[in-house]
């Protein structure tokens, strides 16, 4: 099957620089991610909204989720079911929870933690100012 999946498209990946990939996936630890972060954290639950970021998909299905944390760069949410990841999605926070606008992200990690909850990490397309009452309680963890 592997050998199938490296001969399957166009970029005939060849085998060792496959392996190569999968040597640095392990790599990548929480610590690590957290070590390489670029932007202060904030841990917040906060309503989302998640729809199709293409105008002629947006109507076909939307989702709510809850934040768990953010940051100027991008955010974690809880999902009750998985979104593709590397697909780009329009993000709305509830207003009256997080006073944020209409936010375009690229989803980049897609977790299932249970039946019906996705842990799901999305990075802004344009960094995002935070409310400066959000900058009082930042963490220092680095996103």
């Given at each position: ?11 005939r990946w060849d085998?060792?620089g496959?392996f ?7 790599q ?9 972060r ?5 841990q917040?639950k906060?309503r ?10 947006a109507?076909?299905w939307r989702?709510q989720g ?5 940051s100027e ?5 809880l ?6 990841v590397?697909d780009v999605?329009r993000l709305?926070?509830d207003?009256?929870q997080?006073d944020l606008p209409?936010t375009?992200?690229r989803?980049v990690?897609c977790?299932?933690?249970?039946e019906?909850r996705?842990?799901?990490g999305f990075?802004?397309f344009s960094?995002?100012s ?10 220092k963890?680095?996103?």
């Amino acid at each position: 099957m592997f050998d199938e999946l490296l001969e399957s498209d166009d970029r005939r990946w060849d085998k060792e620089g496959a392996f190569e990939m999968l040597k640095e996936l392990e790599q990548n630890t929480p610590e690590e991610i957290r070590r390489q972060r670029t932007h202060f954290r904030v841990q917040i639950k906060a309503r989302i909204t998640i729809t199709p970021a293409n105008t002629s998909a947006a109507c076909e299905w939307r989702m709510q989720g809850t934040t768990g944390d953010l940051s100027e760069g991008g955010c974690r949410a809880l999902l009750p079911a998985p979104i593709m990841v590397g697909d780009v999605y329009r993000l709305e926070f509830d207003r009256t929870q997080l006073d944020l606008p209409l936010t375009f992200v690229r989803c980049v990690r897609c977790l299932m933690l249970a039946e019906e909850r996705f842990e799901v990490g999305f990075r802004f397309f344009s960094l995002v100012s935070l409310p400066d009452n959000l900058r009082a309680v930042t963490s220092k963890t680095r996103r």
